[in-house]
């Protein structure tokens, strides 16, 4: 192997293993928040709802997986939230540079440009919304994509989604 060779695949191996260092180091620092609990559901002998109890911080949030919800209800949150979600990294640099120069344009925040996982970041970590909180919540959703897959997100988002008053998720808000 040529010396030239040696030198890029050496440097090649430390970018990727000052990433790794660094993803685990994200990790141990700056945990991800312990998901909140669900609903208690009391289910009859075929599986119907009889009853349900608020969770601890008295919301409604009953879980479901994705197989559960409708996959129209899915393509249309998709579509409408973050049409690239399968195709990104938590963060979409097109749509955050265009709000970005809206925002300069328009003297006011006018668009956030938020992906499902950067909201799913902010519904676990309520934060004000200051670019500084966007940039954490840029972070965060990296490190969301590192910990979860991508149907993952997506569930999580459905069950943590807020619908108004004390109800979360697709499924309390369908009762």
């Known amino acids: 192997m040529k010396k030239n060779n040696k030198k890029i695949l050496f440097k090649i191996s430390?970018?990727?293993l000052s990433g790794i260092i660094l993803i685990s180091a994200l990790n141990l620092i700056f945990p991800l928040p312990q998901l909140k609990n669900y609903s208690t559901e009391i289910l009859a002998h075929d599986g119907?709802?009889?009853t349900s109890y608020l969770t601890e911080d008295e919301k409604w949030r009953m879980?479901?997986?994705l197989d559960e919800v409708s996959p129209e209800?899915?393509?249309a949150l998709v579509e409408k939230e973050d049409k690239y979600f399968f195709w990104h990294f938590g963060i979409n640099p097109i749509s955050i540079f265009k709000a970005f120069y809206s925002n300069i344009v328009n003297g006011k925040i006018t668009s956030g440009a938020s992906t499902i996982?950067?909201?799913l970041a902010r519904i676990w970590?309520?934060?004000e919304r200051t670019y500084k909180n966007k940039i954490?919540?840029?972070i965060r959703a990296v490190q969301i994509e590192l910990n979860f897959s991508k149907k993952e997100i997506l569930e999580l988002y459905l069950n943590y989604l807020p619908y108004g008053g004390n109800i979360e998720g697709v499924k309390a808000a369908s009762y």
């Open 125 to 127: 970590e309520p934060a």
């Open 63 to 65: 879980q479901s997986s």
């Open 48 to 50: 119907t709802l009889l």
């Open 136 to 138: 954490i919540e840029m």
């Open 14 to 16: 430390l970018i990727i």
């Open 117 to 119: 996982t950067m909201q």
């Open 73 to 75: 209800l899915i393509k």
